[in-house]
């Protein structure tokens, strides 16, 4: 934009209204963050209506910041026919290729919000990341992996390329735990402790059906069995502590009934064929 352009720009701001466009603006962005403070403890109070009231946080932030944008530049700008007219095209031309890419990631943000291919709350996956959203803003979203990483992507990604959401807007999601044992071993026994593991963990939805799937794989060279058990956990957020918990059972319970996992099944076996087998670290 050249100094002319600017200065024609400039003599259609009404500078004394600029107070109340400041004011504005610093209302609209102090209102959505208490907005959203209130929604998100009343989301940890109410932990049914969570990702409801999330979804409504996001909704009238943007309408909050939008609203609060719009007012202030009604304010501070003279808009009437003539003044539109004298800053003419040049002007609007460079205004827009400054905002350009701030408005596309806005549009992606409203269309993300209204096709809902997922929500605030939701567990997805996108690319290499895998994590929970936690907010949908006007250039990015943001979500907090499993490792507790916070990760920003462009709205505008979201319209191209795949995401798959874990609980596509419930508080419910599924999880998958692989269970591995020698292929030799009595994988109906494992099943029945495996099912029993879930069933029993402090953290399973049981509205929601469990399952498992056997199948037998190679294991770099070994022949192994993968028992995977598919079970609803009744907050995405217990994810890792189901996991977590269902594992320490299951091996609890193999220990118990005898049940090899094939480290322990072919450690024996090299050792029995007299070939140097990893040491032992169970004790």
Request: hydrophobic share 50%; charged share 25%; proline share 3%.
């Amino acid at each position: 934009m050249t100094e002319v352009d600017l200065t024609a720009l400039m003599r259609f701001v009404n500078w004394t209204y600029m107070p109340f466009a400041l004011f504005v603006l610093g209302g609209a962005f102090v209102g959505q963050q208490l907005l959203r403070r209130l929604l998100d403890d009343l989301g940890e109070r109410f932990t049914d209506r969570r990702l409801l009231l999330k979804k409504v946080a996001a909704i009238m932030r943007l309408v909050l910041i939008v609203g609060g944008i719009v007012i202030a530049l009604a304010s501070v700008l003279d808009l009437r026919s003539e003044a539109l007219l004298a800053i003419g095209g040049t002007v609007g031309l460079a205004v827009g290729f400054a905002i350009k890419d701030l408005l596309a990631s806005l549009m992606a943000g409203v269309i993300l919000l209204i096709d809902e291919p997922f929500q605030v709350g939701d567990r997805i996956s996108f690319g290499s990341y895998y994590g929970e959203v936690t907010e949908i803003g006007f250039r990015s979203v943001r979500l907090v992996t499993l490792d507790d990483n916070l990760v920003t992507i462009p709205n505008s990604a979201f319209l191209t390329d795949t995401v798959a959401s874990a609980n596509a807007g419930a508080l419910d999601c599924m999880v998958v735990v692989p269970i591995y044992l020698a292929a030799a071993e009595d994988f109906q026994k494992a099943r029945r402790l495996i099912t029993e593991a879930g069933a029993t963990s402090r953290y399973v939805y049981l509205h929601k059906p469990l399952t498992t799937v056997i199948k037998d794989v190679f294991l770099g060279e070994r022949f192994v069995t993968v028992i995977d058990l598919k079970a609803y956990v009744f907050d995405a957020r217990y994810e890792k502590a189901f996991v977590s918990d269902v594992t320490e059972r299951v091996k609890l319970a193999f220990r118990r009934e005898g049940i090899c996992t094939p480290d322990l099944a072919y450690r024996d076996l090299d050792l029995h064929h007299g070939r140097e087998a990893p040491p032992d670290r169970t004790h």
